[in-house]
Nanobody, 119 residues
């Protein structure tokens, strides 16, 4: 079993920055890839940024150049540095991990942390 706990959300003004963290615990050796997703009332859940199993990071077009994802395998943490935030970034941000053997990976989700970009 893998558990994920997010932190770092809050209220920030447009143009500001926030850093989100995700702490993984449990059977962390089984984590293959991790990423951040977000969901708002007006939109479906969307991928924000992921670190694939080979360590390559991928970003949604809407955040590329503004957000930076990083994973520390030794500390079992995943971070998301968010700069130049705008109101469209307002959402609940969820940490995701793909766990298990490569032949049968499954997803684990955290409960999320709210990011509110507003003046």
């Amino acid at each position: 079993q893998v558990q994920l706990v997010e932190s770092g959300g809050g209220l920030v003004q447009p143009g500001g920055s926030l850093r989100l963290s995700c702490q993984a615990s449990g059977a962390t050796y089984s984590i293959y890839a991790m990423g951040w997703y977000r969901q708002s009332p007006a939109k479906e859940r969307e991928m924000v940024a992921v670190v694939q199993g080979d360590g390559v990071a991928k970003y949604a077009a809407s955040v590329k150049g503004r957000f930076t994802i990083s994973r520390d395998k030794a500390k079992n943490t995943l971070s998301l540095q968010m700069d130049s935030l705008n109101p469209e970034d307002t959402a609940v941000y969820l940490c995701n991990a793909h766990v298990g053997p490569l032949s049968s990976l499954w997803s684990v989700w955290g409960k999320g942390t709210l990011v509110n970009v507003s003046s």
